[in-house]
């Protein structure tokens, strides 16, 4: 969970963005990425060998859509933060399921949706600081720089790679 430049990326972001809206949903949206990342792994690890999951490019572009949000400090109510984060969180959880090989998946889903409230509990405390004039440019410079990796990781998951099938 925590190697992952696209999860880290979407985690990062959605921590920027949510410090843009009530404080009321810091909870909500840590406890829905939370509870999505333990059903991610638990997703991917039933079912990915058989839908032979490539998550890459939906996480890039979670990523990408979290980031842009940030950016432009988009004002929104519970609902769609909410949605992006269980989102993130399933796609996160079941794109890591596939190191469960050789071990037990619930412990690994347990840690994996640990790291995954911690980095974004963390990059929330550190947002929420930055609550001056420059901190919100930082903030809003910070999410853009986030979209704009997201969409090269976009654009590479579709690229073809010499030796891939």
Do not use: C, K, N
Request: glycine share 14%.
């Amino acid at each position: 969970m925590l190697t992952s430049l696209d999860q880290l990326g979407f985690l990062l972001a959605l921590a920027i963005w949510t410090s843009f809206q009530d404080r009321r949903h810091d909870t909500r949206v840590i406890g829905a990425a939370f509870a999505a990342a333990l059903t991610g792994v638990w997703f991917g690890a039933r079912f990915g060998e058989v839908a032979q999951l490539d998550l890459a490019a939906a996480a890039a572009a979670l990523m990408t859509a979290v980031g842009m949000a940030g950016a432009t400090r988009l004002r929104v109510g519970a609902a769609p933060l909410l949605g992006l984060a269980l989102a993130g969180g399933i796609v996160g959880g079941a794109a890591g399921a596939d190191a469960t090989a050789g071990l037990s998946v619930a412990l690994f889903a347990l840690g994996g949706s640990i790291a995954t409230a911690s980095v974004l509990s963390y990059g929330l405390l550190a947002a929420r600081r930055l609550d001056s004039d420059w901190g919100r440019i930082a903030r809003r410079a910070g999410a853009s720089w986030i979209a704009a990796i997201g969409l090269m990781v976009f654009a590479l998951s579709f690229a073809a790679h010499p030796g891939h099938v």
